[in-house]
């Protein structure tokens, strides 16, 4: 069975890693480059990275967290990269797997729907022995939590979603779920405007990380 999971679970990123679905067939504007998906789904790993999705330096790598938000996200959880990048220990999944293109304003799109809609309840059905969830950033703490039936949890803001996080981590034995800010550099100013974040769940994150890797 568990070889069967694994099997599956590989067809679906073989899939993944040629879809075209945001140039071919897009909800809305297509995606404004050609697609190239950043998942890296996992039939062993215990903690999943659920972010939003790949920037312009990812887009360009291929290697999900390549750039200043995976350097202070790595610091959050207090792992180096051999371990982070270890996909038998750490599965990343982003809400969209392709860098969605930037506003007017030079900030990165939101992630893509379309990669929610054709692929998330089925990577994940496909991992069930994830018992810990990083959801980073507003997108991915609407998906997980409402899919694990915590949805009533969510805050208005994403700063009340994360004020949440022992009500939200308590909910829940497995998997548990860590809500976080998106570790990019313009998430710095909330940082300093929220230092309970990383007095309180920074240690507390790093603790749950180290009992799973």
Same mark, same amino acid.
């Given at each position: 069975?568990?070889?069967?999971?694994?099997?599956?679970?590989?067809?679906?990123?073989?899939?993944?890693?040629?879809?075209?679905?945001?140039?071919?067939?897009?909800?809305?504007?297509?995606?404004?480059?050609?697609?190239?998906?950043?998942?890296?789904?996992?039939?062993?790993?215990?903690?999943?990275?659920?972010?939003?999705?790949?920037?312009?330096?990812?887009?360009?790598?291929?290697?999900?967290?390549?750039?200043?938000? *995976?350097?202070?996200?790595?610091?959050?959880?207090? =792992?180096? !990269?051999? &371990?982070?990048?270890? #996909?038998?220990? +750490? /599965?990343?999944?982003?809400?969209?797997?392709?860098?969605?293109?930037?506003?007017?304003?030079?900030?990165?799109?939101?992630?893509?729907?379309?990669?929610?809609?054709?692929?998330?309840?089925?990577?994940?059905?496909?991992?069930?022995?994830?018992?810990?969830?990083?959801?980073?950033?507003?997108?991915?703490?609407?998906?997980?939590?409402?899919?694990? *039936?915590?949805?009533?949890?969510?805050?208005?803001? =994403?700063? !009340?979603? &994360?004020?949440?996080? #022992?009500?939200? +981590? /308590?909910?829940?034995?497995?998997?548990?779920?860590?809500?976080?800010?998106?570790?990019?550099?313009?998430?710095?100013?909330?940082?300093?405007?929220?230092?309970?974040?990383?007095?309180?769940?920074?240690?507390?994150?790093?603790?749950?990380?180290?009992?799973?890797?």
């Amino acid at each position: 069975m568990a070889g069967e999971g694994a099997d599956a679970l590989a067809a679906l990123e073989r899939a993944i890693s040629t879809c075209r679905i945001c140039a071919d067939t897009p909800r809305g504007a297509p995606l404004p480059h050609a697609p190239r998906p950043v998942a890296w789904p996992s039939a062993t790993a215990r903690i999943l990275v659920a972010g939003q999705a790949p920037g312009t330096r990812v887009h360009a790598s291929g290697r999900p967290f390549t750039d200043p938000s *995976g350097d202070r996200l790595r610091s959050w959880m207090g =792992l180096d !990269e051999a &371990v982070f990048y270890d #996909r038998s220990r +750490l /599965a990343i999944l982003p809400m969209g797997f392709c860098f969605p293109g930037l506003d007017a304003k030079g900030a990165d799109l939101p992630p893509r729907r379309e990669c929610r809609d054709a692929w998330h309840d089925r990577v994940m059905a496909a991992m069930p022995q994830v018992d810990l969830i990083l959801a980073i950033g507003a997108a991915a703490q609407a998906y997980h939590l409402a899919r694990l *039936g915590l949805g009533h949890l969510r805050g208005a803001t =994403l700063t !009340e979603t &994360v004020a949440a996080w #022992r009500t939200i +981590l /308590a909910a829940r034995a497995s998997p548990a779920v860590f809500v976080l800010p998106h570790p990019s550099w313009r998430n710095s100013g909330w940082l300093k405007r929220h230092p309970w974040f990383e007095v309180d769940i920074v240690p507390a994150l790093r603790r749950a990380v180290a009992a799973r890797v």
